[in-house]
């Protein structure tokens, strides 16, 4: 069943009208939005009572209502991302943030009350990270936002944890909460050099702990074959680790642990009818077109650094014993480290000894989805990666995330498709509202075939587009293919189903048909070298710079545009992530729009990029998507700047202000 409940009453000629919102007391149904009429034929047509709310959960339909989305935003904004035993006692996120905690509170006490939307910190003493030693007086701008009379950052917290607000929000000029928005200047390598133990995270890049070049003091242990292994020397492996992350600019962030620097920006969450989801797009099934999935991960394959584990060595290469290994013998948390004067296997010393019961530590919050297997063995499937679901116990009241099966990535998934692009409030919107440039650039995008792909009124084909034709840096697109052959059939359990799951529990196939070739294989246009999905292009003003690796970036007062719309590059070295991000400094979004179109600028963006080793090593580079509006593609100067009116005005309105 296809239902035209939110797509109805738009034209797709009309490129400045409203986008649809998701419409309340729908039915999210895996993916389709049904009407309360459409949804009650599934359920009856499954032999269930349509009066009863409960039967709708059992077929795996979502009603989205005020309740689910003020829940989902109190989740988003406020709970906990992480789990104790793995983020905070073995990679030590809280003691790293306690580092530098003395010189947050003087920035906050500074504020006097006031608002930032970039917190300012200056450095009481020397501090080294890696290879880099930042002397006493740095001043590091961090990206935190702080709201006005607030003492603790958005999207953290006094316990050192961060929630899902501190990436996905930012401050309006009048202080208020702009969920939604990338915080595209948040300092997250920075802080995540400043855990104890970032080098935990090893497997998010290129790095064998094996490597001659780290061997030292480390630790002799006893791998999954029976052989004893030095592991690598703790001080070496975690200097260098720290160097990889520091090489990252703001706003960017390295998340899958399959060996491949295959870092990317932070992403705007505009989700409504922008699935699939990840820049690659292999989030697409489950609730929500795959949305509630991509939350799934967040709190699960993305934070549970140990649980990679599982695949380390059919994905990775690497030794279950030896990941183990690594990941606790230089742990925040003395007391969690491998034993002194003893060689161990260490996955017996850590269920035997440190943390017996893997559901309170390891699986903190989350438990196995059904058809993948056993805990430490675990299978992954097109809904989870790692083959586990966040999803908190039932009636555990203090949790805002508590409730039945899936609750809490569906609420959030419920309250993400209720966000729009904020109003375009900015004084160059309104003069290209007013001189028509907006109406015109819609007819130059419109003109050089933009909307092939990106179809209004969400400015997306909702398709994964092959490597081959998109032409970008092959990194991110790559990441994962390595689970192709290992993925097992995706099922949940229904979301009435209580936490701890009952053996009783019911059990749905998630439907894939349409979205890969068979449930077991990767999505359509990720095999077989990789892809890109197609991005909605609403919120472009806030969410400079582009691309999936945010490599099209040129900070404000680089260019000089003419009233003929020509412009001049006046400062070269504001071009690129170099000039911009990887100095805390934000992009400039018309002047980034400006190098996206445009073939000449674009080179020398990506000439600077590649001119830093950090970004090279980082695979962030600004190129692909080579379809330009520029003299060589018969359109001129002005057309140009008209096209980039355009896009900077996509936002709740285009055609009005």
């Not at 904004?77 to 580092?99: A, M, Y």
């Not at 990338?182 to 490597?211: H, Q, V, Y």
Request: proline share 7%.
């Amino acid at each position: 069943m296809t239902s035209n409940i939110a797509s109805a009453n738009f034209d797709r000629t009309d490129f400045l009208q409203p986008a649809p919102i998701q419409p309340l007391l729908s039915y999210d149904y895996f993916g389709k939005l049904l009407s309360p009429q459409e949804a009650a034929q599934i359920v009856t047509s499954k032999g269930l009572d349509a009066n009863d709310p409960t039967s709708y959960q059992r077929v795996g339909a979502v009603k989205i209502t005020k309740e689910l989305i003020a829940q989902g935003e109190n989740i988003f904004l406020n709970r906990k991302i992480g789990d104790t035993f793995g983020l905070q006692g073995v990679f030590g996120l809280g003691q790293g943030s306690n580092r530098i905690s003395d010189e947050l509170g003087v920035a906050i006490a500074n504020l006097q009350g006031q608002s930032t939307t970039n917190l300012k910190i200056t450095l009481q003493k020397d501090l080294t990270l890696g290879s880099r030693t930042f002397p006493k007086g740095t001043v590091i701008p961090t990206g935190l936002k702080v709201q006005q009379g607030k003492v603790v950052a958005l999207g953290t917290t006094s316990t050192g944890d961060i929630t899902c607000a501190l990436c996905h929000a930012t401050l309006s000029n009048d202080g208020k909460i702009l969920a939604g928005v990338p915080n595209g200047e948040i300092a997250f390598p920075f802080f995540l050099a400043l855990a104890p133990n970032t080098a935990a995270g090893f497997a998010r890049a290129n790095f064998n702990p094996l490597d001659p070049q780290y061997k030292g003091n480390g630790k002799t242990i006893i791998d999954s074959k029976g052989n004893k292994v030095e592991l690598p020397d703790p001080e070496k492996f975690e200097k260098a680790f720290d160097d990889a992350v520091l090489d990252l600019p703001s706003g960017h962030f390295e998340s899958s642990p399959d060996g491949i620097r295959n870092t990317t920006q932070i992403p705007s969450v505009f989700t409504f009818k922008n699935h699939p989801y990840a820049f690659s797009g292999n989030f697409a099934v489950g609730p929500f077109a795959g949305l509630s999935s991509i939350n799934n991960g967040v709190h699960s394959s993305e934070i549970n650094i140990l649980a990679a584990a599982q695949l380390s060595e059919k994905t990775l290469g690497i030794d279950p014993e030896v990941y183990i290994g690594t990941f606790l013998q230089n742990a925040a948390v003395p007391s969690l480290r491998l034993p002194e004067g003893t060689i161990v296997k260490p996955s017996e010393w850590l269920r035997g000894v440190i943390a017996k019961n893997p559901q309170q530590a390891e699986l903190e919050d989350q438990i196995p989805a059904p058809g993948t297997g056993t805990y430490p063995n675990l299978q992954p499937s097109l809904f989870t990666y790692n083959g586990l679901v966040f999803s908190p116990n039932t009636g555990k009241t203090e949790d805002i995330a508590s409730g039945t099966f899936l609750f809490a990535a569906n609420a959030m998934s419920a309250f993400q498709n209720s966000l729009v692009p904020p109003a375009n409030q900015t004084q160059e919107n309104w003069k290209a509202l007013n001189s028509n440039s907006v109406k015109r650039g819609a007819k130059v995008f419109e003109r050089a075939n933009c909307a092939t792909c990106h179809i209004p009124p969400f400015f997306t084909d909702n398709i994964i587009h092959p490597l081959d034709e998109i032409g970008a840096n092959p990194a991110r697109a790559q990441s994962g293919l390595a689970l192709d052959k290992l993925l097992v059939a995706p099922k949940l359990y229904t979301f009435n189903t209580p936490v701890p799951i009952p053996e009783s529990a019911e059990v749905l196939d998630v439907p894939t048909q349409g979205i890969s070739d068979n449930p077991t294989t990767l999505p359509k246009g990720i095999l077989p070298k990789g892809g890109y999905k197609t991005v909605s292009l609403r919120g472009l003003y806030l969410s400079a710079p582009y691309l999936h690796d945010g490599g099209v970036a040129v900070r404000a007062g680089s260019l000089k545009v003419d009233p003929n719309g020509r412009f001049t590059i006046v400062d070269k070295s504001g071009l690129g992530l170099t000039a911009t991000l990887s100095q805390g400094i934000p992009a400039d979004a018309a002047s980034s729009l400006r190098a996206l179109v445009d073939r000449e600028l674009r080179a020398k963006v990506v000439e600077a990029n590649k001119a830093n080793p950090s970004l090279v090593r980082s695979n962030l580079d600004g190129t692909g998507h080579n379809f330009y509006v520029d003299k060589l593609a018969g359109f001129n100067s002005n057309q140009q700047t008209d096209l980039i009116n355009f896009l900077l005005a996509l936002d709740d309105a285009p055609g009005s202000f």
